[in-house]
């Protein structure tokens, strides 16, 4: 059975840390890229960054650049998300996807609410 279960979300303040993290299972882990995503309050679900199968390479969305930091442990099947300078923009559901590297499957996980409010 597939999983994805993210974790680390909750309430903190404008400029505070939050380290989001998603454990996998189910699934060649390493065969994955793997993203982070988020859906605020009536928008759409948007990419926040990504990295490929090693971590090698990453993307992020330029609103984020210089604040979060996407990384992964093929070791314990594992994605990160460090954010740091959080702003009450960021307020949003996160998700994490594995998208297979040489085909179109893709995973989500069910989301963790992420708040930045003082």
């Known amino acids: 059975q597939v999983r994805l279960v993210e974790s680390g979300g909750g309430l903190v303040q404008p400029g505070g840390s939050l380290r989001l993290s998603c454990a996998t299972s189910?699934?060649?882990?390493?065969?994955?890229?793997m993203s982070w995503y988020r859906q605020a309050p009536g928008k759409e679900r948007s990419l926040v960054a990504s990295?490929?199968?090693?971590?090698?390479?990453?993307h992020y969305v330029d609103s984020v650049k210089g604040r979060f930091t996407i990384s992964r442990d093929n070791t314990k099947n594992t994605v990160y998300l460090q954010m740091t300078s959080l702003k009450p923009e960021d307020t949003a559901v996160y998700y994490c996807k594995g998208r297979y590297q040489w085909g179109t499957n893709e995973y989500w996980g069910q989301g963790t609410q992420v708040t930045v409010s003082s």
């Open positions: 189910g699934f060649t882990f390493s065969n994955y890229a």
């Open positions: 990295t490929t199968t090693t971590g090698s390479i990453t």
